[in-house]
């Protein structure tokens, strides 16, 4: 994530221009930054072979046409991902040409055209970079990466641990070797790990994300002594996260706004500064169905409302958010530019 400026929010494409594109494809990573985003999130999962790859889970049926491939059949599997049964087909067990073969699919068909399935491919995440990079110099502007590092506990049992290979790509590429680089987790233990090889005050930063409050990261319940998320948001919690992380990234719920003045205030928003972390909101959505009510027009939940989206990332802007994420970044450009 670029360092705030004095333009506002940084506005982060989450998983590209999704809300147009299909998710975690070269094409709606080059939409997003087009549409003004200041850096794009790749979701990362791991191959067979130990290759990087942009996907929101390890299970794909969703969000690729593998399913419908005769020569994957077999590949179909049910297994446990950070404690819960999924049924699918899992990344893990497609080597980098297998999944190549592969083509994108949109993930919620219902809200969002289809027009565009089948066109794209899987993406490396050093396909990312070599595209970041490329637009960064053509647009001639700084975009940031926020990689998020998916099911860090599962790809570590199964000796695909993604940790040491992110930081690798990181430092081949000359791009990502000065450009702002976000590295999110769900999990604790791996941060603190990558923070111990990440020094402070250089451009790799690090955000812990926030789940449910009564959820757990992974990492704590796999050990035994799960730690809900509500304890890290509490203010002791958010400085022991300040310890290991830069920002900490809440669902945009949980920052219970509250009137004051002319604008809005968030008790968490202001903990978490307090303690010395930056806030990165998760996710705006530009269809009634994901909007607050209040916010919501009379077209139906399917219906894109862009002014009632502008309005609601504008409200959640003025409790001092440092950056959000959002699956349309035009809007979350015009919300930040007060166009």
Not at 187 to 197: I, P, Q, W
């Amino acid at each position: 994530m670029p360092q705030p400026s004095d333009q506002g929010s940084q506005v982060i494409a989450h998983r590209g221009a999704s809300a147009w594109l299909p998710e975690h494809t070269l094409a709606a990573y080059a939409r997003a930054i087009a549409d003004g985003a200041d850096a794009i999130e790749p979701d990362l999962v791991m191959t067979r072979d130990g290759v990087l790859v942009a996907r929101h889970e390890n299970e794909i049926s969703g969000t690729t046409d593998v399913a419908t491939r005769p020569e994957f059949a077999d590949r179909k599997a049910r297994r446990q991902v950070d404690g819960e049964w999924v049924e699918g087909w899992f990344t893990e067990d497609f080597s980098l040409a297998e999944l190549k073969t592969l083509r994108a699919r949109e993930r919620l068909p219902q809200l969002r055209s289809t027009a565009n399935d089948g066109r794209f491919e899987v993406p490396t995440f050093d396909e990312i970079v070599a595209l970041v990079a490329a637009e960064s110099e053509q647009r001639g502007r700084v975009v940031g990466l926020v990689p998020e590092i998916k099911h860090p506990s599962h790809f570590a049992e199964r000796n695909l641990a993604m940790e040491q290979p992110l930081l690798d790509a990181l430092a081949a590429h000359a791009y990502t070797r000065r450009a702002p680089v976000l590295i999110q987790s769900f999990e604790t233990a791996n941060l603190r790990a990558l923070r111990a090889a990440v020094p402070r005050g250089g451009n790799i930063r690090l955000l812990q994300l926030v789940g449910a409050p009564d959820a757990a990261p992974y990492d704590t319940v796999a050990a035994g002594t799960p730690v809900p998320y509500a304890r890290l948001v509490s203010p002791e919690g958010l400085r022991e996260v300040a310890d290991y992380a830069d920002a900490i990234g809440p669902p945009y719920a949980m920052l219970q706004l509250q009137p004051q003045g002319d604008g809005w205030r968030s008790a968490l928003v202001d903990a978490a500064h307090a303690a010395g972390l930056e806030v990165v909101a998760y996710t705006f959505r530009p269809e009634n169905y994901f909007l607050e009510p209040r916010f919501q027009d009379d077209a139906g939940p399917a219906a894109r409302n862009e002014a009632g989206s502008v309005r609601e990332i504008r409200r959640y802007l003025s409790a001092g958010l440092d950056a959000f994420f959002t699956d349309d970044p035009a809007l979350g450009r015009a919300a930040v530019d007060g166009r």
